[in-house]
C-alpha cells in the first residue's frame, strides 16, 4: 500500500474511533442505559450460584467472542455488508385490533410475534408479554444499531390493552427497550426479570412493588398459571462498563392444560434437555433463531441447533423467533427460517411460522405455515 492510502486509512481509522468514543459517551449520559444493582442487591447474587467476582456466569463455560475480536466483529458489522441482509421491502404483517385481545374465552391459548422476539401470550385470560421491543428504532445511537425492517407494528405499544405480566429474557437493548416499557408501564400489571434487571425498569419510573426479580427455578403463581424463570447460555450488559452485570432467562409458562416455553436469547447447551425433562412437553416452544455468527457461536444457535432445542425441550410445535425485524449479523434476513424449516422437515419437527402480527391459536385447526419469506 502507498503512503498516501496508509495517511487516508489512519485518518479514516481516527475519524471512526472518534465516532465511537463520542457516541459511547452520549449513550453513557443515556436514560437508555438504566440503573445499577445496589451493593446489598449485589451481595445477595452471590448465592445465586451463578455470580462471581461481579459478574453472571452461564451453567457451562461460554466464550463470548469464539472468532475475532470485538472491535473486527464492530468494524465488520459497519463496513462489510453482506448481501441480502435487509429484505428488499417491509415484511407481510397483519394488524392486530386490539378489541380481539380484550373480548376472548379463557380456554383460549394464542400467541401472536411482532417480529424479533417480541411476543404476547394469551392464556388462562390473561395476556403475557415477551420482550417488549416495539419500536422501530433502537438503543441510544440509532445511528449505529440496526433499524425494524417494517416502519410499523401490528400494534403499537398505546394500542395495547392491559398486560397481567411481562417477562424479560435479558437486558439488551433488542429485547429490553426503554422507550417501549415507558409508554407500557401504567398498563402493566407486574414485570418479571432475572436478577439485576429491575434496576433498570425502576430507573424508568417503574414502581418497586410492580417489579420481581427472579432467580432460576424461581417461580411465581398468578391466577391459574406458574411462571418459572430457568436458565439460559447468554450475556447481559446496556453498556461498556456493565457486562454481565445482570443475568438472563427463559421462561416457562404454565396453566393446568398447557405449557409454553420461552427460550431467550443464548447459545445450545444441555439445559434445553433439563428443562424439557422437567418441565415438558410444551404445547409451544419460542425459540431464538436468527442473529448468529462464527464469531459468537457459543451465545447464539445455528438454526439447526435451535431445531434440536425443540426436540430437547419436548416441543410438540416450535415457532422461531430473534429474526424478522432487525439485522443484527451477517446471514441473509430469512436465513434463519429457511434453515429451520428444513432441519424441522428433515427431523419430523413440527413447526409454525407465522407472519409478523399472525396469531398462532392452539387447538384451532392447522397452524401458519405458509412460506412468506421466500
Known amino acids: 500500500m502507498s503512503k498516501p492510502l496508509k495517511v487516508i486509512g489512519r485518518l479514516l481509522a481516527s475519524i471512526v474511533a472518534l465516532l465511537l468514543v463520542a457516541g459511547v459517551a452520549f449513550a453513557n449520559l443515556s436514560p437508555e442505559l438504566g440503573g445499577k444493582p445496589t451493593k446489598v442487591q449485589r451481595a445477595a447474587y452471590a448465592k445465586s450460584g451463578h455470580y462471581r467476582d461481579g459478574e453472571f456466569q452461564n451453567l457451562v463455560p461460554t466464550t463470548l467472542m469464539t472468532g475475532g475480536s470485538t472491535f473486527s466483529a464492530l468494524w465488520r458489522f459497519l463496513f462489510k455488508k453482506e448481501p441480502n441482509t435487509n429484505p ?115 430507573a424508568w419510573g417503574v414502581e418497586p412493588a410492580r417489579v420481581t426479580e427472579m432467580d432460576w427455578r ?92 425443540a426436540l430437547d425441550v419436548r416441543a410438540r410445535v416450535f415457532m422461531p423467533v430473534h429474526w424478522g425485524a432487525f439485522t443484527e449479523a451477517h446471514h441473509a434476513w430469512n436465513d434463519p427460517v429457511r434453515r429451520a424449516t428444513a432441519e424441522a422437515t ?12 399472525q396469531p398462532v391459536t392452539l387447538g384451532a385447526g392447522p397452524l401458519p405455515q405458509a412460506t412468506w419469506w421466500q
Open 88 to 202: 428488499a421491502k417491509p415484511l407481510p404483517m397483519q394488524r392486530l385490533d386490539p378489541l380481539t385481545i380484550t373480548k376472548k374465552t379463557l380456554d383460549l391459548v394464542r400467541v401472536t410475534w411482532f417480529g424479533h422476539s417480541a411476543s404476547l401470550v394469551e392464556i388462562e385470560g390473561q395476556n403475557i408479554l415477551l420482550d417488549p421491543m416495539l419500536s422501530v428504532k433502537m438503543g441510544p445511537l440509532p445511528w449505529v444499531t440496526p433499524k425494524r425492517y417494517n416502519p410499523e407494528l401490528a400494534i403499537t405499544a398505546e394500542q395495547l390493552p392491559r398486560i397481567d405480566a411481562v417477562l424479560i429474557s435479558h437486558d439488551h437493548y433488542d429485547h429490553l427497550d426503554y422507550q417501549t416499557i415507558r409508554r407500557i408501564k401504567d398498563k402493566v400489571g407486574h414485570f418479571y426479570v432475572p436478577l439485576g434487571v429491575g434496576a433498570h425498569l425502576l
Open 218 to 309: 424461581d417461580s411465581v403463581k398468578l391466577p391459574n398459571l406458574t411462571i418459572v424463570s430457568m436458565p439460559a447460555r447468554h450475556f447481559s450488559g446496556r453498556g461498556l462498563t456493565n457486562r454481565n452485570s445482570t443475568s438472563w432467562s427463559s421462561w416457562v409458562i404454565k396453566s393446568a392444560t398447557k405449557r409454553i416455553f420461552y427460550s431467550g436469547d443464548g447459545g445450545y447447551g444441555p439445559h434445553f434437555q433439563a428443562i424439557g425433562a422437567q418441565y415438558g412437553p410444551f404445547d409451544l416452544a419460542l425459540l431464538e433463531c436468527g442473529q448468529y455468527d462464527a464469531q459468537w457461536s457459543q451465545i447464539h444457535m445455528l438454526p439447526e441447533q435451535t431445531v434440536q432445542a
Open 346 to 357: 428433515r427431523l419430523r419437527q413440527p413447526i409454525t411460522t407465522p407472519e409478523l402480527g
